[in-house]
Every structure is written in structure tokens, then in C-alpha cells.
């Protein structure tokens, strides 16, 4: 009996906006990877995004697990990004925090 190998590509794809998101799910490749880092399995992984499939989820793994420097670079850039939009909205709107806290007492009333 033969088989035939074939190569699949990884099942993610670059959004209009440069974020990489999984399968045809809106889910963001980073929040894959972070679930993994952090111990989650697949299956776990696939239970909170119910939108992925359980192969996608293996095999954006597995592409990680092969091209780990790649990805960390990735989510190093899409966290200088966030930070960067951070500072940014601090700075036209200064501190939420107090808005926050004000909105939080409120609710415990």
C-alpha cells in the first residue's frame, strides 16, 4: 500500500489590517499561541474559540512549535504595535483608569 504525502500549508492568514488570524476564523494567531504557552491543549484551545477547528488549532501549533523564532518575532512587533496604540490613546485621553474605577464603584452600589 502507498500513500501519498502531501504538504498542507499552515491555516493562517494576513487580515486587510497585517494581523495574522487562523483558518477562516477571525481568531488572532496570537491568542493561539499565548493559550498554548500557557499550558492550554487544542482541545481546550478549541472549546474557548469555538469558531476553529481542532486540526487547525494542531497544526498552527505544530507551525509554531517549527518556526518559533518567526512567530516570537510576530508577537514581539504585534505587542510594540499595541503598546504603541496604548500610549497613544493615554495621551488624547488621558488617565482611564479613573473613569474605570468611577464606572466600578458604581456597579458595586
Do not use: C
Not at 21 to 39: A, H, I, K, Y
Not at 76 to 81: A, C, G, K, V
Amino acid at each position: 500500500m502507498s500513500i501519498v504525502i502531501q504538504i498542507d500549508t499552515p491555516p493562517i492568514r494576513e487580515d486587510e489590517s497585517g494581523a495574522l488570524r487562523v483558518g477562516n476564523t477571525r481568531v488572532l494567531l496570537e491568542l493561539v499561541v499565548e493559550e498554548f504557552q500557557d499550558g492550554a491543549t487544542p482541545e481546550t484551545i478549541v472549546q474557548q474559540y469555538s469558531t476553529l477547528s481542532l486540526s487547525d488549532v494542531y497544526a498552527v501549533i505544530g507551525y509554531y512549535l517549527r518556526h518559533r523564532e518567526a512567530i516570537e518575532s510576530y508577537l514581539d512587533q504585534r505587542e510594540e504595535l499595541a503598546q504603541h496604540i496604548r500610549q497613544r490613546i493615554e495621551a488624547e485621553h488621558g488617565d482611564m483608569g479613573d473613569i474605570r474605577r468611577r464606572l466600578l464603584s458604581k456597579t458595586t452600589m
